[in-house]
């Protein structure tokens, strides 16, 4: 894919790219928005931003393509590329917004790196982005087509209900009285809202309703804040003013962790928080397709009165004939469940040869129930995982 010329100077420029590349974003970020702040105000997660994890994302996502491209030669990385292209066509990117980035990217590092940035240098790291941009393109544009995606459409709340102290779900149907496309286990969608300073933000949710429903369902936890970002925009905007009647803006639905050919292969579901809720929409597609292998559920939570859509993520399970179910609380676990930490590592749950994993939740958790899932034996290429939020976990499987 790199030429020869290009992989020996990405090559030998990669360490002092990599060691610059949490300032290059920095910066490139600050000229984009510089020159295009309409994009911060109504495509960028504002939140994500002064977080930093949108750079950190960004950078990773960068140094592990260019050294994928080192290592692998032959083979493009179109699991990264996938989860990316995913996100982006749920925001609606454009081919033209990749003219726009290079043209900041590049000048971020000219400034950062100097004299470093020799035309060999400029041109390889060239060949590096658009080998990237390009190939995104391309999938990006697969993914419209499939969905029959042209722009966010208006949906209608027909129902509000109170999971828990901090989550709430949302039911929808078109307000225009249009069908309902069906969606796979696992997908979300890209909600649009206009805040009271008339930015418009966008946030991925998860569907957490059965497939095939006439309604779509996302579940909204209230994001708080912290000394290092800020309380969720969007999520507290949702909680706070969205009632049954009004109008949201939402996507066709998106994202790479889908069941996958489950035939008769043993199912394994674990989630955190309100990572439950595609686990609940794969419970739940699993139900209707009979689904007759074993299937184990585990899912950790501060407390059942946390626990968002536990009726559900009970009944689906019931459902199936051969489910076992596993419920972690770090306080107030009563007799069908346990008190501390997500633990696959206890005698009573099965983990099978040839299980295949899904895990969603915050990054330790994952991290965690990934290490557990290798050490008994379940192979790297059948645990698949969901982050909300910038992919920081980002090409850095096994």
Same mark, same amino acid.
């Given at each position: 894919?790199?030429?020869?010329?290009?992989?020996?100077?990405?090559?030998?420029?990669?360490?002092?790219?990599?060691?610059?590349?949490?300032?290059?974003?920095?910066?490139?970020?600050?000229?984009?928005?510089?020159?295009?702040?309409?994009?911060?105000?109504?495509?960028?997660?504002?939140?994500?931003?002064?977080?930093?994890?949108?750079?950190?994302?960004?950078?990773?996502?960068?140094?592990?393509?260019?050294?994928?491209?080192?290592?692998?030669?032959?083979?493009?990385?179109?699991?990264?590329?996938?989860?990316?292209?995913?996100?982006?066509?749920?925001?609606?990117?454009?081919?033209?917004?990749?003219?726009?980035?290079?043209?900041?990217?590049?000048?971020?590092?000219?400034?950062?790196?100097?004299?470093?940035?020799?035309?060999?240098?400029?041109?390889?790291?060239?060949?590096?982005?658009?080998?990237?941009?390009?190939?995104?393109?391309?999938?990006?544009?697969?993914?419209?087509?499939?969905?029959?995606?042209?722009?966010?459409?208006?949906?209608?709340?027909?129902?509000?209900?109170?999971?828990?102290?901090?989550?709430?779900?949302?039911?929808?149907?078109?307000?225009?009285?249009?069908?309902?496309?069906?969606?796979?286990?696992?997908?979300?969608?890209?909600?649009?809202?206009?805040?009271?300073?008339?930015?418009?933000?966008?946030?991925?949710?998860?569907?957490?309703?059965?497939?095939?429903?006439?309604?779509?369902?996302?579940?909204?936890?209230?994001?708080?804040?912290?000394?290092?970002?800020?309380?969720?925009?969007?999520?507290?905007?949702?909680?706070?003013?969205?009632?049954?009647?009004?109008?949201?803006?939402?996507?066709?639905?998106?994202?790479?962790?889908?069941?996958?050919?489950?035939?008769? #292969? *043993?199912?394994?579901? %674990?989630?955190?928080?309100?990572?439950?809720?595609? +686990?609940? =929409?794969?419970? $739940?597609? /699993?139900? !209707?397709?009979?689904?007759?292998?074993?299937?184990?559920?585990?899912?950790?939570?501060?407390?059942?009165?946390?626990?968002?859509?536990?009726?559900?993520?009970?009944?689906?399970?019931?459902?199936?004939?051969?489910?076992?179910?596993?419920?972690?609380?770090?306080?107030?676990?009563?007799?069908?469940?346990?008190?501390?930490?997500?633990?696959?590592?206890?005698?009573?749950?099965?983990? #099978? *040869?040839?299980?295949? %994993?899904?895990?969603?939740?915050?990054?330790?958790? +994952?991290? =965690?129930?990934? $290490?557990? /899932?290798? !050490?008994?034996?379940?192979?790297?290429?059948?645990?698949?995982?969901?982050?909300?939020?910038?992919?920081?976990?980002?090409?850095?499987?096994?």
């Amino acid at each position: 894919m790199l030429s020869e010329k290009s992989a020996a100077t990405v090559r030998a420029s990669l360490p002092a790219v990599g060691a610059a590349i949490g300032e290059i974003t920095e910066r490139f970020y600050a000229r984009l928005f510089a020159a295009h702040p309409d994009l911060r105000r109504n495509l960028f997660n504002r939140g994500n931003q002064a977080a930093g994890t949108q750079r950190q994302a960004l950078a990773g996502s960068i140094a592990a393509f260019a050294t994928h491209l080192l290592d692998h030669p032959d083979r493009r990385p179109d699991a990264m590329l996938g989860r990316i292209a995913h996100k982006h066509a749920s925001l609606g990117v454009a081919p033209e917004q990749y003219d726009v980035v290079h043209e900041h990217l590049f000048a971020a590092i000219a400034e950062v790196l100097g004299d470093a940035v020799t035309p060999e240098v400029a041109a390889a790291w060239d060949e590096v982005y658009w080998l990237m941009a390009n190939a995104l393109v391309v999938i990006e544009k697969r993914l419209y087509e499939e969905s029959g995606e042209s722009g966010p459409r208006p949906w209608e709340v027909v129902e509000r209900v109170t999971e828990t102290a901090d989550v709430v779900t949302f039911r929808v149907r078109p307000a225009d009285g249009g069908a309902v496309r069906g969606f796979r286990a696992g997908q979300y969608v890209s909600v649009g809202v206009t805040l009271p300073d008339g930015a418009r933000q966008i946030r991925q949710y998860s569907l957490s309703g059965a497939p095939g429903e006439s309604v779509r369902q996302f579940s909204v936890k209230r994001v708080a804040g912290d000394t290092v970002a800020p309380d969720g925009e969007v999520s507290n905007h949702l909680h706070a003013h969205v009632r049954e009647g009004d109008v949201l803006e939402l996507s066709e639905p998106y994202g790479d962790l889908v069941l996958g050919g489950a035939g008769d #292969r *043993p199912i394994l579901l %674990a989630s955190a928080g309100i990572g439950v809720t595609p +686990m609940v =929409a794969m419970l $739940a597609a /699993l139900a !209707a397709d009979g689904h007759d292998a074993p299937v184990t559920v585990v899912h950790g939570d501060r407390s059942p009165a946390d626990h968002a859509l536990r009726a559900e993520h009970t009944a689906y399970a019931a459902k199936l004939p051969d489910a076992a179910v596993h419920f972690f609380y770090e306080r107030d676990a009563g007799p069908d469940s346990r008190t501390g930490r997500v633990d696959l590592g206890r005698a009573d749950i099965a983990v #099978r *040869p040839a299980t295949r %994993a899904y895990l969603c939740g915050p990054l330790p958790f +994952m991290r =965690a129930v990934r $290490a557990q /899932l290798l !050490a008994k034996g379940v192979a790297p290429a059948d645990i698949h995982y969901e982050v909300f939020g910038p992919d920081l976990w980002l090409a850095r499987q096994d």
